[in-house]
C-alpha cells in the first residue's frame, strides 16, 4: 500500500519568514495530493490540494509543488504569520472507481514566533 | 456547510468494555471514515466506507468493528477495550474520489 513521509515534524519559524514542509510517497500511481491544516483543538481542515497534471498550485501565501518523477511534494507558506501556527498533514490517494482513501503523513508541528 | 458530528467529545472507559462511538454527517455524502490521531504518527485509517452496508479495512483495522445501517451515519466499535486504544478518534466524510474530507471534532477515548 501507500506510505507518505512527512519532514520535518516540528517546524519553528520567525514571524514573516518562509516555512517548508516536505511529503514523500511510494506508490507511483498516487494522483492526487491534499494537504490538511489542524489548529489546536480544532478539527483537519483543507487547505490546499494538487493534481499530478500539475507542478505547481498557489493561493495567496500557500503553494504547493509537485515532483512525480522523485515522487514528493512540498507546502511553501510564505510571509508566515502567528494563525499559521498549527500542524499540517500531507497525504496522498491513488484515485480509483471506489474505495478511495487517503493516506496522510505523520505531520509537522509548525510554531511561528512572533 | 458540511456538518459532521461525533457523539462524545471525551470518553472513559474500562478494559475489556464495548465501546460505540458514532459520526453523523448531513450532507449525503456517500463516504465515510474513521481515523485515529496519535503524537508523531498522523492520522491513520482504520474502516470506511463508501455506501450503506459497505465496509473496507484501513490501515489498523485490528481491534475494531464498524456498522454503517444508514447513509449518514457511522460507527465505530471497540468490542473490548485496551489501553493501547486510548487515542483521539477522528471521524470525516465526503463525497467520494478527489473530494474534501469534512472531519468531525474528534472523541478523545481514554481506556483504563
Request: proline content about 4%; charged content about 25%.
Amino acid at each position: 500500500g501507500e506510505n507518505v513521509e512527512q519532514h520535518p515534524s516540528t517546524l519553528s519559524v520567525q514571524e514573516g519568514d518562509s516555512a517548508v514542509i516536505k511529503c514523500t510517497y511510494s506508490d507511483s500511481a498516487s494522483n492526487y495530493f491534499p494537504w490538511y491544516k489542524q489548529e489546536l483543538g480544532k478539527r483537519p481542515q483543507l487547505i490546499i490540494d494538487i493534481r499530478s497534471n500539475v507542478g505547481e498550485k498557489k493561493d495567496q501565501r500557500i503553494a504547493v509543488t509537485l515532483n512525480k518523477t522523485a515522487k514528493h511534494f512540498s507546502l511553501h507558506i510564505t510571509e508566515t504569520q502567528p494563525e499559521d501556527s498549527a500542524v499540517y498533514f500531507c497525504a496522498a490517494l491513488r484515485f480509483k472507481a471506489a474505495g478511495n482513501k487517503l493516506t496522510f503523513g505523520g505531520g509537522t508541528r509548525v510554531l511561528v514566533k512572533p | 456547510d458540511v456538518k459532521v458530528t461525533q457523539s462524545s467529545r471525551y470518553l472513559v472507559k474500562r478494559t475489556g468494555e464495548k465501546v460505540f462511538l458514532e459520526c453523523v454527517q448531513d450532507m449525503d455524502h456517500e463516504n465515510m471514515f474513521w481515523y485515529r490521531q496519535d503524537p508523531g504518527l498522523g492520522l491513520r485509517l482504520i474502516y470506511f466506507s463508501y455506501d450503506v452496508k459497505m465496509k473496507e479495512k484501513g490501515d489498523i483495522p485490528e481491534g475494531y468493528s464498524v456498522s454503517r445501517e444508514k447513509k449518514e451515519r457511522f460507527s465505530l466499535i471497540l468490542e473490548s477495550a485496551s489501553t493501547n486504544q486510548t487515542s483521539m478518534y477522528l471521524c470525516a466524510s465526503n463525497k467520494g474520489g478527489r473530494e474534501t474530507q469534512y472531519f468531525g471534532p474528534g472523541t478523545r477515548l481514554l481506556v483504563l
